[in-house]
């Protein structure tokens, strides 16, 4: 279990060309693993140690630069991956967009624990060790799935008044 002082969450000065991915889990370990995979490719990767770290950096992302996706450990102390996630979804936190793409790892790969995390609220899950491979595929999936509610949402602005 790591304390506060062991890891701060750390905002960093963002190349907008790439994705900006908030990985929370309180394991220093495998912080520091995906860290360096996630900054290998295209992403550019902040920490949490936990729940409560991870909505601070949420509050206090500049709007010129938000999170693009949250990859959340699911059992950390002091709040863990599905209360984190339940609390983003709520709305009820300002300045935090409720609707951002959050995947849950998991050393636990059963269906069971699939189910726990989508009623949390998540969007999807990755079984532990993590891959590149395997975040890319979630990332596009998500981005065509995206793109596809985009493109077939049909204007519906209503017509202006007519002024008299």
């Not at 999170?67 to 950390?76: A, E, P, R, T």
């Not at 935090?96 to 998991?106: E, P």
């Not at 009623?119 to 395997?134: C, F, Q, R």
Request: glycine letters at 4%.
């Amino acid at each position: 279990m790591l304390k506060n002082t062991e890891t701060q969450h750390h905002l960093k000065t963002t190349e907008l060309s790439k994705i900006r991915c908030l990985l929370v889990a309180d394991n220093r370990i495998n912080l520091e693993v995906a860290l360096g995979m996630l900054e290998e490719s295209v992403y550019n990767a902040d920490t949490a140690n936990h729940g409560e770290e991870a909505i601070t950096a949420l509050r206090n992302t500049p709007n010129e630069a938000p999170y693009h996706i949250i990859l959340m450990d699911c059992q950390m102390p002091i709040l863990d991956g599905y209360s984190t996630s339940k609390q983003i979804r709520s709305g009820e936190i300002p300045g935090i967009n409720k609707d951002i793409l959050i995947i849950a790892m998991t050393a636990n790969a059963m269906q069971g624990d699939k189910d726990k995390c989508l009623d949390a609220g998540m969007n999807d899950y990755l079984s532990k060790p993590v891959t590149i491979e395997n975040l890319e595929e979630k990332k596009k999936y998500y981005q065509e799935k995206t793109t596809k509610k985009l493109s077939l949402k049909p204007n519906r602005r209503s017509p202006r008044k007519k002024k008299q």
